[in-house]
T-cell receptor, first 115, second 115 residues
Framework: DGGITQSPKYLFRKEGQNVTLSCEQNLNHDAMYWYRQDPGQGLRLIYYSQIVNDFQKGDIAEGYSVSREKKESFPLTVTSAQKNPTAFYLC??????????????FGQGTRLTVV | AQSVAQPEDQVNVAEGNPLTVKCTYSVSGNPYLFWYVQYPNRGLQFLLKYITGDNLVKGSYGFEAEFNKSQTSFHLKKPSALVSDSALYFCAVREAGAGSYQLTFGKGTKLSVIP
């Protein structure tokens, strides 16, 4: 089955540690996104990538890093510089071929908790 | 910069009554508009989209939305609400043909359908 997979579903991190969230898609989509979701604040864009080896900062990129070495994968690292990392993280992908207007597909999310 | 506003944090409606979830947007050019639904601790599921053409678009589960360019709105509607429609609803916008695929979401509206 084609889809977008985020792992793990739940993640616990000690303060001061870096942690990496995985996002993999087998939909052959060009663009991939990372969003952070907090109660009452909706989805805020962290980073997005339209092509391999290229990515752009979103609205809240500070304290996060990404890489796009393969089309299928877009891992997000939450660094120790992110002061309030506890949140629900969502990954999405979007096909760019065939013209605009396509909808994005979402993974099931990773809930990160700092302990 | 593009933005989405969902003016109601919560909408309550009785089962069987019509429902409306409001969304207004701001983009420099023409918009692509989307509605998504989220159930607790899950990713977002696509409901419907406006790309071009008919201002009334129909989507999954009996939902529809009306694009109004003069009011920059894209309200989600359903003629008869079901208890199972209770969820968090997000409106999103992307600028058409901009060369950038940044997808911006509103803060979400919690819909509660009361039996």
């Amino acid at each position: 089955d084609g889809g977008i997979t985020q792992s793990p579903k739940y993640l616990f991190r000690k303060e001061g540690q870096n942690v990496t969230l995985s996002c993999e898609q087998n939909l052959n989509h060009d663009a991939m996104y990372w969003y952070r979701q907090d109660p009452g604040q909706g989805l805020r864009l962290i980073y997005y990538s339209q092509i391999v080896n290229d990515f752009q900062k979103g609205d809240i990129a500070e304290g996060y890093s990404v890489s796009r070495e393969k089309k299928e994968s877009f891992p997000l690292t939450v660094t120790s510089a992110q002061k309030n990392p506890t949140a629900f993280y969502l990954c999405a992908s979007l096909p760019l071929a065939g013209g605009g207007g396509k909808e994005a597909f979402f993974g099931q999310g990773t809930r990160l908790t700092v302990v | 910069a593009q933005s989405v506003a969902q003016p109601e944090d919560q909408v309550n409606v009785a089962e069987g009554n019509p429902l409306t979830v409001k969304c207004t947007y701001s983009v420099s050019g023409n918009p692509y508009l989307f509605w998504y639904v989220q159930y607790p601790n899950r990713g977002l599921q696509f409901l419907l989209k406006y790309i071009t053409g008919d201002n009334l678009v129909k989507g999954s589960y009996g939902f529809e939305a009306e694009f109004n360019k003069s009011q920059t709105s894209f309200h989600l509607k359903k003629p008869s609400a079901l208890v199972s429609d209770s969820a968090l609803y997000f409106c999103a916008v992307r600028e058409a043909g901009a060369g950038s695929y940044q997808l911006t979401f509103g803060k979400g509206t919690k819909l509660s359908v009361i039996p």
